[in-house]
């Protein structure tokens, strides 16, 4: 775990690649895309049935550890159409029922509304402002004032050591005005980025944090 001050706010940067925000007793994660062992399952790639298993033991380790008030979803929370995943995902959101689930829509969130009245979520089509951040899907999203925090990219950083070693890591990637997470699920592939000068990099190695 790292902790931050970003815009006068601590942040804890969670090695689970996702955020606590203090101040807000808000956990913040984004790309969860639930149900995508499944749904490539059901198209005949062989993934095993048991790793969908491990979003719902971390997210679930998550709250009972800190305990948050708010569970905030930056977008992609299931990944395509519906299937069974999404019965297990109404299941955790009743039995934290005391919790406030908010979901900002992102571009894979395409479930038909009546799945989402059953799962106690406050949805957001586009952006929710709690300043000072701006919580949206895609870093586009800009707002005088507020530094947007936001997920889709799947941030990652490629590490390079002796003898032409090379290892791609998740990351937290805050730059100037935009922050981007780490993608949350299992199976959601990285992107790499370039950062620049100005940009803190935060990598997610052995269940660590480490700023470089």
């Not at 059901?42 to 800190?66: C, F, H, M, T």
């Not at 590490?159 to 070693?165: E, N, R, Y």
Request: aromatic content about 10%; overall charge neutral.
């Amino acid at each position: 775990m790292e902790e931050i001050i970003l815009k006068g706010e601590k942040l804890k940067l969670l090695p689970e690649k996702a955020i606590f925000w203090e101040k807000k007793s808000a956990l913040l994660m984004a790309d969860l895309h639930l149900g995508k062992v499944s749904h490539f399952r059901k198209y005949g790639i062989a993934l095993p049935p048991q790793s969908e298993d491990k979003n719902w033991q971390v997210l679930s380790r998550l709250i009972r550890k800190w305990k948050p008030q708010k569970v905030i979803i930056l977008g992609d929370l299931f990944h395509s159409k519906y299937n069974d995943q999404w019965e297990n995902f109404v299941a955790m959101t009743d039995r934290y029922s005391e919790l406030e689930w908010i979901l900002v829509k992102g571009n894979h969130d395409v479930l038909r509304e009546r799945h989402y009245h059953r799962s106690n979520l406050t949805i957001y089509p586009y952006a929710l402002k709690m300043p000072p951040f701006l919580l949206t899907h895609e870093p586009d999203e800009v707002f005088d004032g507020l530094y947007t925090l936001c997920g889709h990219i799947h941030p990652g950083i490629l590490m390079k050591g002796k003898g032409k070693q090379r290892l791609k890591l998740p990351c937290f990637f805050l730059g100037p005005e935009i922050g981007i997470l780490p993608a949350f699920g299992v199976f959601t592939g990285l992107h790499l980025l370039q950062p620049e000068e100005d940009d803190q990099i935060f990598l997610i190695a052995d269940q660590q944090v480490v700023a470089i």
